[in-house]
C-alpha cells in the first residue's frame, strides 16, 4: 500500500464548504424543504421590513410627552422618560441604592454559579436561593441598621416583579420538597394532608387563590391585625406553586429505583441521611428541565399580582399610559414589558440548558 505524501494529503473542507453542507442538509434536504425556508426566510424578511421603520427609524427617543413622538414612527420617549419608575416603583429616589445592591449580590451569585470549575457550588446554589432573597427583602424594606424603612406600598416596577419570582421561587421550592416527601411517606396523617394541599392548590386558579389570600385570610386573625400585602400575596403565590414542584419532585422520584432505598438500609442510614445524600440530590438531577419550565411559568405569572393592586411592572406601566401627557402609548409599554419578559426568561432557559448539560441529565 502506497503511503500519502504529506503535500498530498487531503484537506479539511473550508469553513465556508462545511458550513454550506451543514445549511443543506438541514434547510434544504429536497424541494418541499427548501420552498419551505426560502418562504418562511421571506416571510420574516417583510415583517422586518414593516417593524423596523416603525421601531427603529421613524422612532421618536426623547421627549417630554406624546406630542413630541411622530406619528408613524413609535414613542420610545415614553419608556425613556419613566424608566425610573418603571425599574424601582415609587421607591425613594435617595435609596435606590438599595435596590442596585440587592440586584448585584444576585449578580455575583448567578456569576458565581456559571464559572465551571469553582468549588462549593452546591452551597453558593443554596445561598442564592434560600439566604439572598431574604438578604434583599431587609436591604429594601430597612428599618434597621440605620436603613431608612421602606413600605411595601412604595415598591413596584421591575423590582417588585423580581423581588416577588425570588421569593416565592425559595419559598415553593422548599414547601414542594416538603410536600413530595408528606405524600410518599408511609405515614396516612402526612399523607392525606400533603394530598389535599396539592390536589386543593392545582385545582384553583391563581387569581382566586390570591383573592383567598387578601380578603379571607385576615378575618382568622385579631382585629386590628394589620397583614402585610406583599407578604400575603407571596405566600399565597408561594402556597400556589408549591403543589406543582411538589408532583415535579414527585415524578423525579418515582424514577429512582428501588435499589437506592435498600443500598442506604444495608449501609445503616436512616430515613433524613437517606433522602438528603441520596435520594433528593437524584430527584433534583431528573427534574431540572421541569424545574426551569415551572420556573419561567412562575416569573411569567408574576403579573397577575396586578389584580390585588401591587404595581409591577405590568401595572406601573399601566397607570403610565394613563397619563394625560402619554396617551397612547400602550402599545410601546406592552413591547418594553413584553422583551424585559422574554429577555430573563430566556437567560433562564438558556442557564437550564447550561446546567443539564453540567449535569447531563440526558
Known amino acids: 500500500m502506497t503511503a500519502v505524501p504529506i503535500s498530498e494529503s487531503p484537506?479539511?473542507?473550508?469553513?465556508?464548504?462545511?458550513?454550506?453542507?451543514?445549511?443543506?442538509?438541514?434547510?434544504?434536504?429536497?424541494?418541499?424543504?427548501?420552498?419551505?425556508?426560502?418562504?418562511?426566510?421571506?416571510l420574516a424578511l417583510y415583517l422586518l421590513y414593516?417593524?423596523?421603520?416603525?421601531?427603529?427609524?421613524?422612532?421618536t427617543w426623547f421627549g417630554a410627552g406624546r406630542a413630541d413622538c411622530q406619528q408613524d414612527g413609535a414613542c420610545w420617549a415614553f419608556i425613556t422618560n419613566r424608566f425610573g419608575q418603571f425599574i424601582f416603583g415609587f421607591y425613594p429616589s435617595g435609596q435606590q441604592w438599595r435596590v442596585e445592591l440587592a440586584g448585584g449580590l444576585f449578580a455575583i451569585g448567578l456569576i458565581a454559579l456559571a464559572i465551571p470549575g469553582l468549588p462549593f457550588k452546591p452551597?453558593?446554589?443554596?445561598?442564592?436561593?434560600?439566604v439572598l432573597p431574604a438578604v434583599a427583602c431587609f436591604l429594601l424594606a430597612g428599618g434597621a441598621l440605620g436603613l431608612a424603612p421602606v413600605g411595601t406600598e412604595q415598591w413596584g416596577g421591575l423590582m417588585?416583579?423580581?423581588?416577588?419570582?425570588?421569593?416565592?421561587?425559595?419559598?415553593?421550592?422548599?414547601?414542594?420538597?416538603?410536600?413530595?416527601l408528606g405524600r410518599s411517606c408511609g405515614m396516612p396523617v402526612f399523607k392525606i394532608l400533603s394530598t389535599?394541599?396539592?390536589?386543593?392548590c392545582r385545582g384553583l386558579p391563581l387569581v382566586m387563590v390570591l383573592f383567598m389570600a387578601i380578603t379571607m385570610l385576615p378575618f382568622f386573625f385579631p382585629s386590628g391585625f394589620d397583614l402585610n400585602k406583599l407578604a400575603l400575596t407571596v405566600f399565597a403565590m408561594a402556597l400556589f406553586?408549591?403543589?406543582?414542584?411538589?408532583?415535579?419532585?414527585?415524578?423525579g422520584l418515582q424514577a429512582i429505583g428501588k435499589g437506592q432505598y435498600e443500598a442506604c438500609t444495608a449501609l445503616g442510614?436512616?430515613?433524613?441521611?437517606?433522602?438528603?445524600?441520596?435520594?433528593l440530590p437524584q430527584v433534583l438531577r431528573n427534574t431540572v428541565p421541569a424545574i426551569i419550565n415551572n420556573s419561567i411559568s412562575l416569573i411569567k405569572d408574576t403579573t397577575l399580582i396586578m389584580v390585588v393592586g401591587l404595581f409591577d411592572l405590568l401595572n406601573i406601566v399601566n397607570a403610565g399610559t394613563a397619563d394625560p401627557n402619554w396617551l397612547g402609548s400602550t402599545l410601546e409599554g406592552y413591547v418594553f414589558v413584553g422583551l424585559v419578559f422574554w429577555i430573563i426568561c430566556f437567560c433562564l432557559s438558556r442557564c437550564g440548558e447550561s446546567l443539564e448539560r453540567s449535569l447531563r441529565t440526558g
Open 11 to 42: 484537506a479539511w473542507p473550508a469553513a465556508s464548504d462545511r458550513a454550506w453542507r451543514r445549511l443543506k442538509a438541514n434547510y434544504f434536504r429536497n424541494a418541499r424543504d427548501g420552498m419551505t425556508t426560502l418562504f418562511v426566510v421571506g
Open 50 to 59: 414593516l417593524v423596523i421603520p416603525w421601531a427603529i427609524l421613524n422612532a
Open 123 to 130: 452551597t453558593i446554589g443554596a445561598f442564592v436561593l434560600f
Open 160 to 180: 417588585l416583579t423580581l423581588t416577588v419570582a425570588t421569593s416565592v421561587f425559595g419559598l415553593s421550592f422548599v414547601l414542594g420538597l416538603i410536600l413530595m
Open 196 to 200: 389535599l394541599t396539592i390536589e386543593l
Open 241 to 251: 406553586q408549591s403543589a406543582f414542584f411538589a408532583e415535579v419532585f414527585r415524578g
Open 269 to 279: 442510614l436512616g430515613y433524613w441521611k437517606t433522602h438528603y445524600l441520596v435520594i
